[in-house]
């Protein structure tokens, strides 16, 4: 996977861009995924996704080829995710997915006839408050957290993509996980 | 409240590294202390609660999106596409780039003066004569040379890279060719050898 990874930048860096589309297929959950579970909906979700991708287009140079290409790009969208999450103003779409679910938006909020299976609305209630309190996280836990049981990468990785100390990087993860353990003891 | 440094092992037994000998010190506490125990199983329920969340896919059209943003490629990698694409057509540009190449390097090979073997030529300086009063039978090729005719040339006369004179007695039966420019030359080398191929018809059928 590495292999045609790096295979692919050297198109790249040639200019090659539908090489890089190939990479954008490989990534493009993984890094959606991520984005969506920071910022808690869609649209800013895919537009951060989207900036990363093409930050790294642009930057494709200075990318060092010895390193894992996704360590590189987790960084550009973690670090973008965290810039849009100071930014941030309260706004709400109508239309924006409710955080945590999927294909549930805020019209469905709207007490409606028809209703859901029991299970599936739990689940989806659940997933709901988890998003909900991973979103109330400080940003510098959130990544960590995010990084770490999200996006299922090693504490030594994590410390690189966040391009802390491993010590840093496991004090967040213990105090994002307290901060989480306090809001969903008695879920 | 439970000690502080009980806290601290089950975070470390929550990032995989604990060594036996404190997962056994943690364990120990945890079977006497209905607290810990109830904090470590929240700290662990409340992992499985995050993993647990639904992995998100990226929308369809996202890949296209990434590309319709990126700034324009450059002019070589499309030129390499396209020849990637259009195999034959790359062939075809290819045998004419080599078919002019081959010609020319024979072009710039014959810069030697020649001329083709009849017994009543004279020739003098690169200049190659048809005396007065003879009559040359077959076709008379020159090149980088001059040719004078005097006399008769019973057959067609060319002339590569030089000049010819046709005196007014001189007489030639078939037809005069100068080829001085390169292009020229290329065009009485396909002309000639077009002739070549209807030639070996003519004598089959013959």
Redesign the interface.
């Known amino acids: 996977m590495e292999a045609i990874v790096k295979k692919r930048i050297k198109q790249v860096i040639k200019g090659d861009q539908d090489a890089f589309g190939e990479i954008v297929e490989i990534y493009k959950n993984s890094v959606y995924h991520l984005c969506y579970r920071m910022l808690g909906n869609s649209h800013e979700a895919e537009d951060i996704a989207q900036e990363a991708f093409l930050r790294a287009y642009v930057n494709i140079k200075s990318f060092n080829q010895d390193l894992k290409f996704s360590t590189w790009l987790f960084r550009i969208a973690t670090n973008l995710c965290i810039d849009r999450i100071r930014k941030k103003k309260p706004d709400y779409y109508l239309d924006a997915e409710v955080a945590g679910t999927e294909g549930l938006t805020m019209y469905s909020q709207i007490p409606s006839d028809t209703e859901l299976p029991e299970k599936e609305l739990e689940s989806l209630e659940l997933q709901e408050t988890v998003q909900k309190e991973i979103l109330k996280l400080p940003e510098k836990y959130r990544s960590a957290i995010v990084l770490k049981y999200i996006e299922d990468l090693s504490l030594n990785e994590i410390s690189e993509i966040l391009d802390l100390p491993l010590g840093t990087v496991k004090t967040r993860i213990h105090r994002g996980r307290e901060a989480l353990r306090q809001q969903l003891r008695y879920v | 409240m439970c000690p502080e440094q009980i806290i601290e092992l089950m975070?470390e037994y929550?990032?995989d590294e604990i060594d036996p000998a404190k997962e056994r010190a943690l364990r120990e506490h945890l079977r006497g202390c209905k607290d810990c125990e109830a904090?470590f199983n929240?700290?662990k329920?409340?992992?499985a609660?995050?993993?647990?969340?639904?992995?998100?896919?990226?929308?369809d059209d996202?890949?296209a999106?990434?590309?319709a943003?990126?700034?324009k490629?450059?002019k070589?990698?499309l030129m390499a596409?396209w020849l990637k694409n259009h195999p034959i057509m790359s062939a075809a540009s290819l045998f004419v780039v080599l078919m002019a190449g081959s010609l020319l390097s024979t072009w710039n090979h014959e810069r030697e003066f020649s001329v083709s073997k009849q017994e009543n030529l004279v020739v003098e300086n690169n200049t190659v004569i048809v005396p007065e009063g003879e009559v040359v039978k077959g076709d008379v090729l020159v090149r980088n040379g001059t040719l004078r005719i005097e006399g008769e040339v019973q057959g067609d006369v060319t002339v590569i890279n030089g000049e010819q004179y046709l005196a007014s007695a001189g007489r030639v039966t078939g037809e005069i060719e100068e080829v001085n420019e390169v292009f020229d030359w290329i065009w009485y080398h396909m002309k000639r050898t077009a002739k070549e191929v209807v030639g070996v018809f003519d004598t089959e059928t013959k």
């Open positions: 975070h929550l990032d904090l929240e700290l329920k409340s992992i609660f995050v993993k647990s969340m639904s992995h998100m896919q990226a929308p996202f890949t999106n990434v590309l943003r990126l700034p490629e450059k070589q990698v596409r």
